[in-house]
């Protein structure tokens, strides 16, 4: 299994949120996160100076069996890109095992409910 964390503009959200669903990933999770970047001069905006050394973000958090891996990061990477600096990053790490509180149950069975069905 596989854990993939994506950090994307806020504005983006929805378009990632809407392919990730078609690529069949069902559940993620997500938390709006701060990150100091590259950038270090004042902007004005609607007549307020504030600094860009401190970005808002957002960061999913995707588990998925190996075999999704590929797909969840070509559908973020697709539907997250402005071609500007700071579309964001993706880092990808192997998750052990999983377990479902619910069940007791563990491995990549845990990952969807949707699946016993297919």
């Known amino acids: 299994m596989k854990k993939i964390e994506a950090i994307i503009r806020k504005t983006k959200f929805d378009e990632v949120k809407e392919a990730l669903l078609a690529a069949d990933i069902e559940w ?25 050394d401190i970005i808002e973000r957002l960061m999913l958090t995707i588990v998925v069996r190996e075999q999704n891996a590929d797909k969840t990061i070509r559908a973020i990477i697709a539907s997250a890109r402005t071609g500007e600096v700071g579309d964001g990053r993706i880092f990808v790490s192997d998750v052990d095992q999983t377990y479902s509180i619910r069940t007791g149950e563990s491995g990549d069975r845990t990952l969807y409910i949707a699946d016993e069905k297919k």
């Open 28 to 52: 993620f999770s997500y938390t709006t996160v701060r990150g100091i970047g590259k950038a270090r001069q004042d902007r004005i905006y609607r007549g307020v100076i504030y600094g860009t």
